[in-house]
């Protein structure tokens, strides 16, 4: 598959990069964010007419969009791109960010017309995380609680659905932030105040949580809904822009609750959207979201906004193994990423009335709801406790997968803490931190780790200490690239504990010391090592899983341009041959008949990619510009080829134009990708490829 590259569009003091435009037009939209924190709208809405003022005074023409202050100090703005190193500048602006796109993460429809029976899967996802459990004893039913979907709206019509919109229904609350029309082709939204579903997809995620039928129910029935529709008819597409507008408007109406069933191939957790992800978290919503559905393609292929440090991200389980489109952690700065995992092949949900009513669908996008139903259930049981103490109990209660073709623990890059089991999570009356260990990789690791259990029942309690490894794994090929069918080994790391038991009285904690140490793997490869540490409780005969996950290897000397075909270059005058060894000279008139095109794929992620263009026709090389710098960019997956088209001009870091190529000219374009753990200003963390020279006729 061939990718047209998105040029980046991005420039700030602390290099906030992402994806952007293809061909950059004269006025493009950026996000503006300040310096002030969020929350204060008034002090936050000052601070961006002063930025707007600012603008005019100084002759810049800007267009204000959207404006956040609830959860990010934000605008997004429409401006000429080539002001961006003086808008960059502004005194109040902290960065300025590109707009990204993200895709729905929704697997394949299994069956469109769910035949009579099938609601019969429906309560079999129940039983496998104990929901129907919950709801016989303890009669939950998500009765006062209220669930947010950021998806592509709902069918409201539908009878399980409630039937209506509005004051007194069970959708009550929502919003359409693009209209029906909206996507690749038609990137002008057109709001409006419902959030009705002309794709299916938000309407099933709904039914999973809280659709309440004569023959189906979800998790949460008696839950109040919030919609926000950010996606059109076709659900090919959507951007931070309309998620951030929708998080705002999810906190504001006192969501209890965010799904996102949706997410990008970027695996950093640090771009705006997942500020404003942690940022919902931190004013009392759970937000969960899904992992994603590229696990076919192997290693690092879970991505933003799940990776945001206080997402609940979800992978999907089917039986005792992991779904095999579930998409592999960790996050590529090594943070333990997915965190829990439900059942997400084949689910039965609700379904738009015109389509059939009911159907099953596969996907992550289908797991995270259900974990998003059981949080309801676990807040109207627990009471509003905060978000984060609602994930580590979920993490530790969790119960691994024992991959079912190998009798061994799935690893935790795949699985995460495992299946829920909300029935442990509810009654669970021990306090386990840290919830996850991140181990980096082995030049940067401290092995030694102190976990707290505090004992918050009302009789003394006496644990135990154990180790569950799971399986190492290495996604490589001898090639070096990665490959689609990761390979597991039963070599595992050595735990030791600084005491096997101990007693704690009610209210009380006690510390323990944990010794990781890697297993013996072969220097030269990578592997990633995982497993948990056990906690049982003996009284209660209760085991608490803490998941571990180091790297075996040097994580700095991942190589980010290896494939063995590309980079390359083609020209027009000479069609698809491509040209990849820099002692080769390819001649091309550098114009929009006749130019050149960069074609490259990235073996693994990199948070910045700088190309420039350098003149080597006389002594020494001289750099000239750039064609383009991107940050924050995923691995490329399933055959994709990145392309770019050069034909002549020459831009600043900034992307302006600076210069034009020349004829009788002779130039070179230079790939630098920075690899893991690099600094931006550190020559030798790059990866570096040297195209052929380019002379202009």
Known sequence: MIVQWLVLLCLSKDLAFGAAIEDIPERVTYLVEFKKPAGD????????NSFLSEMKERGIWTKERVSFSRLVNAMSVEFSSKYLDSIANAPDVEKVWPVNTFTLNAGDIIQAIA????SSLARLALSMTGIDKVRAKYGYTGSGIRIGVVDTGVDWSHPDLGGCFGEGCKIRYGFDFVGDEFGRRSPIPSPDGDPRDCHGHGTHVTGIIGAKGSDYSGIAPDATFGVYKIFGCKADT????????????????????INLSLGSPVPWGETLAAKAVNRAVSRGASVVVSFGNDGRAGLWTGGEPSVASDAIAVVSLEGNKVSDFSSWGPDFELNLKPDVGAPGRKIFSTWPVSKGEYALLSGTSMAAPHISGAVGLYIQGKGRRAPRQILERMLTTSDPIIDSSNGILAPVARQGGGMLNLPKAIE????IRPVKIALNDTLHTASVRTITVTNEGSAAQTYTFAHSPSASVNGYLASGLLTTTPRLSPVYATVDFDKTSVTIEPGQ????????????????QYWIYSGYIDIHQEQNDEIYHVPYLGISGDHNSLPILSDPKFPAILTQRTGNKLYNDQSQTVV????????VVLLFRLTHPTQLINIRIWRVDGLRPRLQGYLTRRGFVGRSI?????????????????GQIVD????????????????????????????RWFSPRIFVD
Request: aromatic share 4%.
């Open 41 to 48: 709208s008034i002090a936050c809405r000052e601070q961006q």
């Open 115 to 118: 035949q009579p029976g099938s």
């Open 238 to 257: 959507t951007n931070d822009e309309y998620i951030i507008q929708a998080l705002e408007m999810a906190v504001r109406d006192e969501m209890d609750v």
């Open 428 to 431: 669970s009356e021990t306090l």
């Open 509 to 524: 904690s006690q510390r323990i010391t944990v010794g990781i140490r890697p297993p013996t793997l072969p220097r030269e």
């Open 588 to 595: 091309s008139s550098l114009n929009e008949n006749d130019a």
């Open 638 to 654: 399933d055959g994709e080829v990145q392309t770019l088209r050069w034909s002549g001009r020459i831009d600043n870091a900034a």
């Open 660 to 687: 034009e190529a020349e004829s009788g000219a002779t130039y070179q374009l230079v790939i630098e990708a920075l690899k893991p753990f690099g600094s931006p200003r550190n020559s030798q963390d790059y990866d």
